[in-house]
């Protein structure tokens, strides 16, 4: 099975800075692209940031030249640099990932949720 865990959330002063991690494990073939999402209470679920195994990056517009997207093939994680943080940028952000992976015998690429981690702005 594969697992995403998401880490680095935490309380931060607004114009303060994170760095959010996302560690894929498992029998996992190739990774295509890796995204995070946010959601936010009462809003539906938004997607931040996205990178391809190319390296091409993709940015809501609220977050250009604040956030940076990344990853770590040798380490099957990606991550979030967030910089001159806000505090609408209070949600809980999870990563997602279109992995190929062993299912059995066979491969199957498919998307995967970690479990969110937390992330508060405020003073």
């Known amino acids: 099975q594969v697992q995403l865990v998401e880490s680095g959330g935490g309380l931060v002063q607004p114009g303060g800075s994170l760095r959010l991690s996302c560690a894929a494990s498992g029998r996992i073939i190739g990774i295509n692209a890796m995204d995070w999402y946010r959601q936010a209470p009462g809003k539906e679920r938004e997607l931040v940031a996205h990178?391809?195994?190319?390296?091409?990056?993709n940015y809501v517009d609220s977050v250009k030249g604040r956030f940076t997207i990344s990853r770590d093939t040798g380490k099957n994680t990606v991550y979030l640099q967030m910089n001159s943080l806000k505090p609408e940028d209070t949600a809980v952000y999870y990563c997602n990932g279109k992995i190929m992976a062993w299912q059995g015998s066979r491969t199957q690429t498919s998307d995967y949720w970690g479990q969110g981690t937390q992330v508060t702005v405020s003073s």
């Open positions: 990178i391809t195994n190319g390296g091409t990056t």
